[in-house]
């Protein structure tokens, strides 16, 4: 094992220390058998160098253990399904991406940013860190709260939504106080609840939550006090009221701009 992440990764001694403390199961695993097929699918299908593969087994050496036939193929295929053909550009900022269950992430995710954002794969080229995030916890109660907000997301770019802490982001992107992020994400999450007890689906679930934000159906703010009120820049002032509405709620890895599909 050690020899191959030598002569096959070019990996030095330093990266061959991380890579066994982070996954010792590697030492058990075939070289022949296991590690060098992975890398050379790796190589061969998805264009990546030797050294892109020393620096992405690094970051996660779990990789060359993941099955061809069933793990790595079946995500491959399903990028490419999306119309992505530099999938080699994905892997290499994101890595465990490979690992991710398409049923439960990958598709639901894909889903929301082409549907529900109204963005394509070009966006997922430019911030491949998208699919790491929560769909329910994160991506969406943000998303859904900048646009409640009439801020365009395109203005921003999804790194910049999603990839900073809730003050950072309320701060940058809203110029809002956190606390109704916090609000509008809680309500959020109990009128996804209730519609989930109606045995909804997910596209009836996401086509009733749009009409909650965007259809004067206003987010309680009851957790806001008058001591947190928050902060909004004028000009978004108007827009920014409608979610401050104290009405109950109804029944990379950096990427530069020259990514190519």
């Known amino acids: 094992v050690i020899d191959f992440l030598r002569s096959d990764l070019l990996a030095e001694d330093e990266v061959i220390v991380s890579v066994i403390r982070q996954f010792p199961a590697i030492l058990t695993?075939?070289?022949?058998?296991?590690?060098?097929?992975?890398?050379?699918?790796?190589?061969?299908?998805?264009?990546?160098?030797?050294?892109?593969?020393?620096?992405?087994?690094?970051?996660?050496?779990?990789?060359?253990?993941?099955?061809?036939?069933?793990?790595?193929?079946?995500?491959?295929?399903?990028?490419?399904?999306?119309?992505?053909?530099n999938i080699g550009r994905i892997v290499s900022r994101l890595p465990p991406?490979?690992?991710?269950?398409?049923?439960?992430?990958?598709?639901?995710?894909?889903?929301?940013?082409k549907n529900g954002l109204g963005l394509s794969a070009y966006d997922v080229l430019l911030f491949p860190g998208y699919f790491s995030y929560s769909l329910t916890e994160c991506i969406e109660p943000r998303t859904r709260f900048l646009?409640?907000?009439?801020?365009?997301?395109?203005?921003?770019?999804?790194?910049?939504?999603?990839?900073?802490?809730?003050?950072?982001?309320?701060?940058?992107?809203?110029m809002i106080d956190a606390n109704s992020y916090l609000s509008?994400?809680?309500a959020l999450a109990e009128r996804r609840s209730?519609?989930?007890?109606?045995?909804?689906?997910?596209?009836?679930?996401?086509?009733?939550?749009?009409?909650?934000?965007?259809?004067?159906?206003?987010f309680p703010t009851t957790n806001l006090s008058a001591s947190a009120a928050?902060?909004?820049?004028?000009?978004?002032?108007?827009?920014?009221?409608?979610?401050?509405?104290?009405?109950?709620?109804p029944g990379d890895l950096d990427a530069d701009a020259s990514a190519t599909i």
Do not use: W
């Not at 490979?98 to 940013?113: H, V």
């Open 147 to 174: 646009q409640k907000l009439g801020v365009p997301l395109i203005e921003f770019g999804l790194n910049m939504a999603l990839s900073t802490t809730d003050d950072i982001s309320c701060e940058r992107n809203a």
């Open 230 to 249: 928050p902060v909004v820049a004028p000009g978004r002032a108007n827009s920014a009221l409608n979610v401050l509405s104290d009405t109950k709620v």
């Open 29 to 85: 695993s075939s070289a022949g058998d296991v590690l060098q097929p992975t890398a050379r699918y790796l190589s061969h299908e998805l264009g990546l160098s030797a050294m892109d593969l020393s620096r992405i087994v690094r970051a996660f050496p779990a990789i060359l253990c993941l099955d061809i036939a069933t793990e790595i193929e079946p995500n491959v295929h399903f990028f490419r399904e999306h119309g992505i053909v």
């Open 184 to 186: 509008f994400r809680q």
């Open 97 to 113: 991406v490979l690992s991710y269950d398409i049923k439960t992430n990958l598709a639901p995710k894909m889903e929301y940013l």
């Open 194 to 218: 209730r519609l989930q007890r109606q045995n909804f689906s997910q596209a009836e679930e996401s086509e009733l939550l749009d009409e909650d934000c965007y259809m004067n159906s206003p």
